[in-house]
């Protein structure tokens, strides 16, 4: 496992645990690269196992680091799965728009994802490399379509022309965060003599997320 990233004498407020899932050669990497470094390679190799790279942002004057963890699309190291869900309070789900089979396979990817994954984990549907917009194999209503049925959010990426990129990781760390900021809201007040039984019972529901608003260029996000 690989741990990039430094960040050593920040008071850090949260750590959030992201997770990139989905099939290999889809741009899990590259969308990682872009957002922690702002980099992009055309020379990327396939992952092989588990890396993870952090990238520090100020959220309501909160100080917040997303760990973000990537691994091989691959069948073989499925294995790594219990470990690698543990803790997530986000995952991304991408596919490729220009390859079909990437994005029919996303109803496989996300029922592993729920059966791993705590419950209130953030989830948002990817449809990256839509700078290839002639080779498109993916229409953008096909995937706001799934994404609504299984009341996800919903974003086309370009990690090669940097296309919602940042938009993306930021509405997901966004999300977290008010789900965080309640969570600790409602624990700050049984601490304080509040009715335990009633609070212990309280599911922190995320939010349904609004329909998809296409702009122009033909990448598609989810207005925040």
């Not at 728009?97 to 209130?120: C, I, P, T």
Request: proline share 2%; net charge neutral.
């Amino acid at each position: 496992m690989t741990n990039h990233g430094g960040d050593y004498n920040q008071k850090i407020d949260y750590v959030f645990k992201v997770v990139l899932i989905g099939d290999s050669a889809v741009g899990k990497t590259q969308l990682l690269a872009r957002f922690a470094r702002n980099e992009f390679s055309l020379e990327s190799k396939a992952t092989i196992g588990v890396e993870f790279q952090t990238k520090t942002l100020i959220l309501d004057q909160k100080t917040v680091k997303a760990q973000i963890w990537d691994t091989a699309g691959q069948e073989r190291y499925r294995a790594v799965t219990s470990a690698y869900y543990r803790g997530a309070v986000g995952a991304m789900l991408v596919y490729d728009m220009s390859k079909r089979q990437s994005f029919d396979h996303m109803a496989r990817w996300l029922e592993e994802l729920r059966g791993h994954a705590d419950k209130n984990i953030v989830i948002m549907l990817i449809g990256n490399k839509c700078d290839l917009g002639s080779l498109r194999a993916v229409p953008t209503e096909d995937a706001q379509e799934f994404a609504q049925r299984e009341n996800l959010f919903f974003m086309e990426t370009s990690a090669l022309e940097s296309t919602n990129v940042e938009t993306a990781f930021l509405m997901i760390l966004m999300d977290i965060y008010r789900i965080m900021k309640k969570k600790k809201t409602l624990v700050s007040n049984e601490a304080d003599g509040g009715d335990s039984a009633f609070l212990k019972g309280t599911a922190i529901i995320v939010p349904t997320p609004e329909p998809p608003v296409v702009q122009k260029g033909g990448c598609c996000f989810s207005s925040s």
